[in-house]
């Protein structure tokens, strides 16, 4: 199996409960938590079947983030997240989030972090210890207690450069940066 292939063999279900299971763990102390998986949601212009619907307390005030899996090989357009920002704004979200098994293209990136949309690509855990390789690997367990895996949080720094970070099943931080839930829980 080559590098970040598991990422693209998980299915719809597996992925999205995965993603769901992350939030949940991001979520801590957060008052009135509750992360809905496929919930339908009306908004201004229709309704909509939501991978993951968030909803929390903080500082008193109610919020809610929508959140997309995507099973993508290609690199995702910007189109995919302006759909998101669209619905977003129709059911009156607060944030959102995109994972994806691929990558970002620059147009996507660009326009997510102008509309305060967070990109987070989902990597087999394997990358963690192998980096760059080009090698097959061999089979499971390749490297014991590695997570199956984790997310990369694509952004881009005030100079206009791609950036990095990690988010795993032991350090939710990245994550709960994401959800600006940091300094709230």
């Known amino acids: 199996m080559k590098l970040f292939e598991r990422s693209f063999s998980i299915s719809p279900e597996q992925y999205e409960l995965q993603v769901r299971t992350w939030l949940e763990s991001a979520a801590g102390t957060l008052s009135e938590f509750s992360a809905t998986h496929r919930e339908a949601l009306t908004g201004m212009d ?9 909803r929390f307390q903080a500082m008193g005030v109610p919020f809610l983030v929508l959140v997309e899996c995507k099973r993508y090989r290609k690199p995702v357009e910007r189109e995919v997240v302006q759909v998101l920002y669209d619905r977003m704004r129709s059911i009156g979200a607060q944030k959102g989030i995109l994972f994806s098994t691929s990558k970002f293209q620059s147009g996507a ?77």
């Not at 229709?46 to 968030?54: K, P, Q, R, S």
């Not at 990109?119 to 207690?145: C, K, T």
Request: glycine share 12%.
């Open 46 to 54: 229709g309704e909509y079947e939501i991978d993951v619907a968030v």
């Open 109 to 185: 990136l660009e326009y997510a972090t102008r509309h305060g949309i967070a990109l987070i690509q989902l990597v087999d855990g394997n990358a963690l210890i192998m980096g760059r390789s080009s090698e097959p690997l061999p089979g499971d367990p390749f490297f014991p207690g590695r997570p199956d895996y984790f997310g990369m949080l694509n952004s881009l720094s005030t100079d206009g450069k791609r950036t990095f970070s990690s988010i795993d099943s032991d350090d939710f931080t990245t994550l709960k940066g994401v959800l600006n839930i940091g300094a709230t829980t």
